[in-house]
Structures are given as structure tokens and as C-alpha cells.
T-cell receptor, first 109, second 112 residues
Framework: QKEVEQNSGPLSVPEGAIASLNCTYS??????FFWYRQYSGKSPELIMF????GDKEDGRFTAQLNKASQYVSLLIRDSQPSDSATYLC?????????FGGGTRLMVKP | DTAVSQTPKYLVTQMGNDKSIKCEQN?????MYWYKQDSKKFLKIMFS???????INETVPNRFSPKSPDKAHLNLHINSLELGDSAVYFC???????????FGSGTRLTVV
């Protein structure tokens, strides 16, 4: 059974702070790793993907991957109230994307 | 232009009824999916089709039957609806290899 684990939160950070979201996965054969953002009542939206160990930066977002530890993280710098949402970690093996349960992030003004 | 579109957006129906949800994508992707998101927001895969061929069929009651008339369309038919079927159903599509999915806007199904 392939599993993707996330802390459900809520994770509360003040506006302007760094939000750190974490995810672990069980399938060592996983090939690619994704972070989706889902606002309440909306569909998941892809915000970051990473394939190789290390960091990948895109604007205020940085994805980090450590395959040896089976760990993926997402850092959001200068958090804004508009970043308040549920963040879903997803891991792809072959054609299948397995999602974690999501971490609810609340950014307080 | 909506990349992945689902209809209807909301569906309220009585127990025992049969209903269908339709999905269409204009991204040229070969693979399409149905996911179910329950009240705890957990997204679980149900089915996947690659170029009209069923490739993933997770443990789903056989009251659920997907149909893919062509690679741009994937429909979901549900027979004898039960209260536990109430959820949001998302259609998604993806290109091959290690890319993420693009999701439709979801269909909120409520069985009363």
C-alpha cells in the first residue's frame, strides 16, 4: 500500500513569515513529487513539482526533496493571507498520483 | 477555454437512483482519471484510462462504471446510489511520464 503522510494542521503563521509544510512517502520507486494548493470548495491547483534531490525555487515557493529519507517539503516565504488553503502533497509512480491528506495553512494578518 | 471540464457541478439525488458525471479535456492528454474526495478532504483514485483503455481500477464498488468514448472524454456512471457515495468527484488528466495532473472543477454529489 503506497502511502503519503502529511500533518493535517492547521498550521498557523503570521503574515510575512515562512510557512514550512512537510510530507513523507512510503514507495521508494516514486519518480516525481508535487505540491497542490486547494482553496475551500475549489479543485486542486498544481503549484510546484520536483524530480531530483535538493531544492527547487519558484518565486516565493521552494520545494525540497530527500529521496533517501523519503521526505518532501514546501516552504512558502513572505506568507500572505491569500496563501491560506489546504496544501496537498502528491507522489507519482507510473501513471498513478497518490495524495496525502493535506495540511491546512492559515496565514494571519 | 476550460482545460478539464466536468458536468454537472452539483448533483443532489435520492438513494437508489442512477446518475452520470461527464468529463472532457482539451489538453490533448492521453490519460484521464476519476478521484473521489471525501468529507475529510482525502483524495483517492478510483479509475484511470489511457487512450480509452482502463489502466487503473482501484477497489471501488462495481456500482461505479467508467466509460471513455475517446481519449478526450471520461464519464462516470453510478448505479443504485447510496448515502456513502456523497462526496466531491474530480476528473483529471495528465500527459505521459512524470507530470502532474490538471483537475476539473469537481462535481459535488449529495445523496439524500
Amino acid at each position: 500500500q503506497k502511502e503519503v503522510e502529511q500533518n493535517s494542521g492547521p498550521l498557523s503563521v503570521p503574515e510575512g513569515a515562512i510557512a514550512s509544510l512537510n510530507c513523507t512517502y512510503s514507495d521508494r520507486g516514486s519518480q516525481s513529487f508535487f505540491w497542490y494548493r486547494q482553496y475551500s470548495g475549489k479543485s486542486p491547483e498544481l503549484i510546484m513539482f520536483i524530480y531530483s534531490n535538493g531544492d527547487k525555487e519558484d518565486g516565493r515557493f521552494t520545494a525540497q526533496l530527500n529521496k533517501a529519507s523519503q521526505y518532501v517539503s514546501l516552504l512558502i516565504r513572505d506568507s500572505q493571507p491569500s496563501d491560506s488553503a489546504t496544501y496537498l502533497c502528491a507522489v507519482r509512480s507510473g501513471n498513478m498520483l497518490t495524495f496525502g491528506g493535506g495540511t491546512r495553512l492559515m496565514v494571519k494578518p | 477555454d476550460t482545460a478539464v471540464s466536468q458536468t454537472p457541478k452539483y448533483l443532489v439525488t435520492q438513494m437508489g437512483n442512477d446518475k452520470s458525471i461527464k468529463c472532457e479535456q482539451n489538453l490533448g492528454h492521453d490519460t484521464m482519471y476519476w478521484y473521489k474526495q471525501d468529507s475529510k478532504k482525502f483524495l483517492k483514485i478510483m479509475f484511470s484510462y489511457n487512450n480509452k483503455e482502463l489502466i487503473i481500477n482501484e477497489t471501488v464498488p462495481n456500482r461505479f462504471s467508467p466509460k471513455s468514448p475517446d481519449k478526450a472524454h471520461l464519464n462516470l456512471h453510478i448505479n443504485s446510489l447510496e448515502l456513502g457515495d456523497s462526496a466531491v468527484y474530480f476528473c483529471a488528466s495528465s500527459p505521459p511520464a512524470n507530470y502532474g495532473y490538471t483537475f476539473g472543477s469537481g462535481t459535488r454529489l449529495t445523496v439524500v
